[in-house]
């Protein structure tokens, strides 16, 4: 079965810095990834996702993230952030049976910023 | 609506009361599934349809939760003889395609109905 781990549990950055959450997955094959943003009160957001070509995936509110396959890593990173990004953040990993097919989610980063 | 709607939005139970929650998703969406979520916790899989099918229920912890999706729409998660330990946030989500898989298939979320058992 695929899994997700998310070693980091809660990080704290500063205002502007650079942030990266880290993110390794168990998957037999080439892995559907995702990373969601939950802020308090809201639903899961969809930041951006990976499923073939470019390993540097794009998303939205500046994120991006890297796959990499010899590490088995999909970290998220930002160059600088915003009081506004400080929220939950869950990594997840696709997993197909045919035509059935489920998200399997880290048990997520915790992300406080520093004014 | 825009997007997934679920009720209640919270719900106090006694324990070994059943429980319904509802999910409508978004308009058209083929596929429904529905996640929990505990305190400090990622989003664990219950279940999951196309249409009216359903076609995993592997996460589903016990005899006691059900769903149904009877017409490919609006679906029920049923918790019977609720316990404390099924205290958790329920979670539905809609994607458009069977199949996330396909490019562009996207799983939207709904803001979760609160259960707490007491």
């Known amino acids: 079965a695929q899994s997700v781990t998310q070693p980091d549990i809660h990080i704290t950055v500063s205002e502007g810095a650079s942030l990266e959450l880290r993110c390794n997955y168990s998957?037999?094959?080439?892995?559907?990834l995702f990373w969601y943003v939950q802020s308090p009160g809201q639903g899961l957001q969809l930041l951006l996702k990976?499923?073939?070509?470019?390993?540097l995936v794009q998303g939205i509110k500046g994120f991006e993230a890297e796959f990499k396959r010899s590490q088995s890593s999909f970290n998220l990173r930002k160059p600088s952030v915003h009081w506004s990004d400080a929220a939950e953040y869950f990594c997840?990993?696709?997993?197909?049976?045919?035509?059935?097919?489920?998200?399997?989610f880290g048990s997520g980063t915790r992300l406080s910023i520093r004014p | 609506g825009a997007g997934v709607s679920q009720s209640p939005r919270y719900k106090v139970t006694k324990r070994g009361q059943d429980v319904a929650l509802r999910c409508d998703p978004i308009?058209?969406?083929?596929?429904l599934y529905w996640y929990r979520q505990a305190l400090g916790q990622g989003p664990e899989f219950l279940t999951y349809?196309?249409?009216?099918?359903?076609?995993?229920k592997s996460g589903l912890p016990n005899d006691r939760f059900s769903a149904e999706r009877p017409e490919g729409s609006i679906s029920t998660l049923t918790i019977q003889r609720t316990e404390q330990r099924d205290s958790a946030m329920y979670r539905c989500?809609?994607?458009?395609?069977?199949?996330?898989?396909?490019?562009?298939?996207?799983?939207?979320f709904g803001e979760g109905s609160w259960l707490t058992v007491v």
């Open positions: 989500a809609s994607s458009p395609l069977q199949g996330l898989a396909i490019s562009g298939n996207t799983i939207y």
């Open positions: 998957y037999g094959a080439t892995p559907y």
């Open positions: 990976y499923f073939s070509g470019d390993t």
């Open positions: 997840a990993v696709g997993e197909f049976h045919g035509s059935a097919s489920k998200i399997i």
């Open positions: 308009s058209g969406h083929v596929s």
């Open positions: 349809f196309n249409y009216e099918a359903q076609q995993d």
